[in-house]
RNA sequence: GCGGCUUUAGCUCAGCCGGUAGAGCGCUGGAUUGUGGUUCCAGAUGUCACGGGUUCGAAUCCCGUAAGCCGCCCCA
């Protein structure tokens, strides 16, 4: 048999009425913030990856799927939709609308890791980017926003996780700081620290090994080292964000893992998800559009949201979704059945969730019935039609009353 | 990319030290005429993941491959 591809699945009923809801929460959301869709395509010139997301990490350096289209050029599934989104802002000039450009999205990304649970090849993020300002408010507003997208989604025990990592002046002379203080302290670390110290040594404080935590809590915090741009910037973010009684803890060891970022970064988890806690990430960019060639700024803000996270932590936290059908219909004869597609159609018009039955035993249907969960049965017959009253049955009740044709579309007209 | 566990009916799983397969749920049909949910009866379905090996004989032991899950790395 042919199965989907590895890391990769199918998303089905009664699962994707899920991922439809977070997708409309969200959407309301945006729409309440002002915020407009944009749709990117799904492949760009990997260039753009390669120097929007970063030439040293990991998903650069093995997790794209790259090919070479058929002229030449190489191609890449996008593995997020942030440098996307910029190099679409600055190829239409939205730096010459009005204020900001506030812009979502929603779609698969495309990474090649092993799967694990929360962890897909094909994966799906909902994000926003607001794009032309570095002022701290916009910082405050966005993290609102997609805490807002949460709650309203309909989960709780979250926290939120924010830190500066600084910017081109005050980041390098940390890193440089850091390296100086873990050359006498790395050989008492572990194995990942000692790799980390010579690739990243941002990550070194990422560390959860807990022998080495008493040593990373000696080594010099970023927040220690912000310029002053920095540190008051991150101040003002701290501060709006109080203001609006949005609970956050400062972790200075917050390091993210794209290196576009700059000043804000922040991040959401949640301890229904093991080991891949993270349900979003978002910070900062405002050196991404020179990053990518442009003479043009862009500095910005967003995040993005682990739909498929989201969506296991909805559906462990019990989401109901309104699903089953409102109303069954039985018809008994030839007759009675064209009669019910008509009736029928009348009422989903109305936004009833209706069925009808094939023509056959009455047994059957009302089996039927009862297996598709159905709120309420009609039963349609020769007496039925002669009479102009239809059998209604509550299904949980089992209680049957006669109706007539209009006291049913009147019955099942608060369903639109 | 590395490690651990798993892979038997549509689903969840049992099958102890090797003798060619079972349960529950689901599905199909029935218990007289146009009424479901409970009950009762009957029934169908498996190249026991794939390939190779050991053996008189393997779902059961060994090797390999693949997939799934979980962890590491990293990230959403």
Not at 223 to 242: G, P, Q, T
Request: proline content about 5%; glycine content about 10%; charged content about 25%.
């Amino acid at each position: 048999m042919i199965r989907a591809v590895k890391g990769m699945r199918d998303i089905l009923p009664p699962s994707s009425a899920v991922w439809n809801h977070v997708e409309e929460t969200a959407r309301k959301v945006f729409r309440s913030y002002n915020y407009g869709e944009i749709r990117t395509p799904i492949v760009e010139e990997t260039v753009l990856f390669a120097r929007g997301v970063g030439q040293d990490t990991d998903i650069v350096g093995k997790e794209m799927y790259t090919f070479e289209d058929r002229d030449g050029t190489t191609l890449t599934l996008r593995p997020e939709a942030t440098a996307s989104v910029i190099r679409a802002y600055l190829e239409h000039r939205m730096d010459q609308v009005p204020g900001l450009r506030k812009l979502y999205y929603m779609g698969p990304m495309f990474r090649r890791e092993r799967p694990q649970k929360g962890r897909y090849r094909q994966f799906f993020q909902i994000g926003a980017e607001a794009v032309g300002s570095d002022s701290p408010a916009v910082d405050a507003e966005v993290i609102e926003m997609v805490i807002e997208i949460l709650s309203r989604t309909g989960i709780a025990g979250f926290t939120l996780l924010i830190n500066s990592v600084g910017c081109p002046v005050c980041r390098p002379q940390f890193v440089a700081r850091l390296r100086e203080r873990l050359k006498g302290v790395v050989n008492r670390m572990c194995a990942d620290c000692q790799r980390r110290a010579e690739t990243n040594p941002l990550r070194v404080l990422d560390c959860k090994v807990p022998e080495d935590q008493p040593i990373i809590d000696a080594l010099p915090s970023i927040l220690d080292e912000l310029c002053e741009e920095c540190r008051s910037h991150f101040d003002s973010v701290k501060s709006y964000l109080a203001g609006r009684s949005i609970a956050f803890e400062v972790r200075p060891r917050l390091v993210r893992g794209l290196d576009y970022y700059m000043r804000t970064t922040f991040e959401i988890v949640h301890g229904a998800l093991g080991s891949q806690n993270s349900v979003l990430g978002g910070g900062r960019y405002d050196g991404l559009a020179e990053a990518l060639g442009s003479k043009i700024p862009a500095p910005g803000i967003g995040f993005s949201i682990g739909e498929d996270r989201l969506v296991m932590i909805a559906e462990e936290a019990g989401a109901d979704v309104r699903s089953g059908v409102d109303l069954f219909i039985a018809p008994l004869g030839e007759t009675a059945f064209q009669y019910c597609a008509l009736l029928a159609r009348e009422l989903r018009q109305q936004g009833a969730v209706v069925e009808v039955a094939a023509n056959g035993k009455l047994k059957r249907s009302m089996e039927l019935a009862n297996k598709l969960g159905a709120r309420f049965a009609l039963i349609v017959g020769d007496d039925e039609m002669a009479g102009g009253r239809y059998g209604l049955k509550d299904m949980n009740s089992g209680v049957q009353e006669p109706v007539t044709r209009e006291e049913l579309l009147r019955r099942f007209a608060a369903h639109s």
